[in-house]
């Protein structure tokens, strides 16, 4: 007989932390379906026990050095690579990536804590003299108690997004994830602890949104940041900026990608299917609209084999060779429906389904999973510009296809959706590339390449409906964001040449 479900507890003070609350939400695995944890729904007790470890913290933390507490990042990045097969496990199960995606995003997260290791380079103060005499000189501070609200999509990767940066500039920090998904970081803070990180610099509170509510309100927060739905993020925005609060909200997308006719077939539709079924789709990146210059039916077709050739899983079968592509589920059954109301309703309106992922349905097929909550990479041509599925947020492995006249034609439908995270264009020209690049909406914008996400020291961030706040998160945006600068103008006696400053 299995073992019940365990219930997860927070993390304050280096220790994990049972919540009071008698409320506790199931952790499902989107593979399954079974109940692999339960999460507690943190009381107001719970976050202030959090906010007070991390303001207790931050007087000696932020009085050490900068080399200092890279030290220990340094220890906690060996940790990581030494637990990646444990951590992608606890990905597969609680998010459902395949192991590939979860190695891979081990990886990602962790390029961001060797960003944060370089910081006594990044962070070094300017000091000149600027009239006889008298010198001025600037070093960074740090904010104090900073919390960071992340999604479910990647349940280490956006955590790193902030924590390595925020702690080694000295501020103190708290992490709400997503109930979704909340074992990985759960182990994650077992492992800052072996790395030795004193006790409440950051801390962890599960809950839903009244934990989120308190977090941003509580007087001892200074910095707030956010990655979800638009919606929610203009409403942390808002929140945090009515009390004063440095906030950086990040929120959806409808990411466009652009096939000019001299595109690379081959690479270009490669590029297109990795970038709309990577991770199911669930990812603020991932291509969701195609806009082809004119009728492109071999693009097309490509685009269509490559993508019919993926297969439902989350372990590649090592006997299969060359290997199979695969693609994990969708989140939940929530997720799965609203993907399908969107393919349903594109078909009711028109909309040729080039390949359809309801395939994947269980009992829809007799190579359809049994369990879980999958659904295959689906590929819609639209011939009227009106469709929803052309303009909302899907977050899932579907592709709109849209034939248009123009570069015109394409460019005045990217800039009309209200989004600003990411844009491609395909083309071997470089002056049709430095055409759209230079008219896009998108903050990051990829030229052949389908999911332009920055690497480190570039920062990632959207703008319009994106993102909302201050800065960009990770990189030099996230310096910027997780700290503050102090200028000194000094003097110390009257110079022999005096100026209007002496």
């Known amino acids: 007989m299995a073992s019940p479900a365990k219930t997860l507890c927070n993390w304050v003070d280096n220790t994990p932390a049972a919540s009071a609350t008698t409320h506790t939400l199931p952790v499902t695995s989107p593979a399954t379906g079974a109940v692999i944890a339960h999460v507690p729904v943190s009381l ?22 900068v080399k200092d507490r890279v030290q220990i990042l340094i220890r906690f990045h060996q940790l990581v690579v030494a637990h990646t097969d444990e951590l992608a496990d606890l990905i597969v199960l609680e998010h459902g990536k395949t192991k590939q995606e979860a190695v891979a995003e081990i990886a990602k997260g962790n390029e961001t804590v060797e960003y944060a290791i370089s910081m006594p380079q990044l962070v070094a103060g300017r000091i000149l003299e600027v009239s006889r005499g008298v010198t001025c000189s600037d070093s960074r501070r740090p904010l104090g108690v900073v919390v960071s609200i992340v999604p479910f999509n990647f349940p280490f ?7 390595p940066i925020a702690i080694a500039l000295g501020n103190t920090f708290i992490l709400k994830p997503s109930e979704k998904v909340p074992l990985t970081m759960t182990r994650v803070m077992e492992l800052l602890a072996r790395a030795g990180l004193p006790a409440g610099v950051v801390n962890l509170v599960n809950g839903t949104a009244p934990v989120v509510h308190q977090l941003i309100d509580h007087a001892d927060v200074r910095a707030v940041t956010f990655v979800g739905t638009s919606a929610v993020a203009e409403s942390v925005s808002k929140r945090g900026r009515n009390l004063n609060k440095r906030v950086l909200a990040l929120g959806g997308a409808k990411n466009h990608l652009v096939a000019n ?43 269509v084999r490559k993508a019919s050739a993926i297969v439902p899983g989350q372990h590649a079968d090592p006997a299969v060779q060359p290997p199979a592509h695969i693609m994990g589920p969708v989140i939940d059954t929530a997720s799965r429906d609203r993907i399908l109301k969107y393919i349903n309703e594109s078909v009711s309106a028109g909309a040729t389904l080039l390949l359809d992922g309801r ?25 009227t510009a009106s469709d929803a599925a052309l303009h909302d947020e899907i977050f899932g ?30 083309t071997q020209s470089g002056a049709v590339a430095q055409w759209f690049a230079a008219r896009f909406t998108a903050a990051m914008v990829g030229v052949n390449i389908g999911v332009p996400v920055p690497r480190e020291p570039f920062s990632f961030g959207g703008m319009r409906a994106s993102r909302f706040g201050d800065s960009d998160i990770t990189g030099d945006g996230g310096i910027e ?4 600068r102090r200028k000194v103008t000094t003097k110390w006696g009257v110079p022999a040449e005096a100026s209007w400053m002496s």
């Open 157 to 163: 990767m956006v955590p790193m997004w902030t924590l």
């Open 397 to 426: 492995p579907v592709l709109s296809v849209l034939t248009v006249p123009s570069r015109a034609a394409a460019l005045a439908i990217e800039t009309a959706n209200p989004y600003g995270n990411a844009a491609c264009i395909y």
């Open 359 to 383: 395939s994947w349905l269980a009992g829809a097929s007799p190579a359809a999973p049994s369990n879980g909550t999958y659904i295959g990479p689906t590929i819609l041509h639209h011939h």
């Open 44 to 65: 107001p007790a719970d976050v202030e026990a959090a906010v007070a470890s991390a303001s207790k913290a931050f007087e000696s933390w932020s009085a050490r050095t």
């Open 481 to 484: 964001f997780f700290s503050e």
């Open 261 to 303: 006719p001299d595109c690379d077939i081959d690479m270009a539709s490669t590029d297109i299917v990795a970038s709309f079924t990577g991770c199911a789709g669930q990812r603020c990146m991932a291509a969701s609209v195609l806009l082809t210059i004119g009728d492109q039916p071999e693009l097309l077709a490509s685009i």
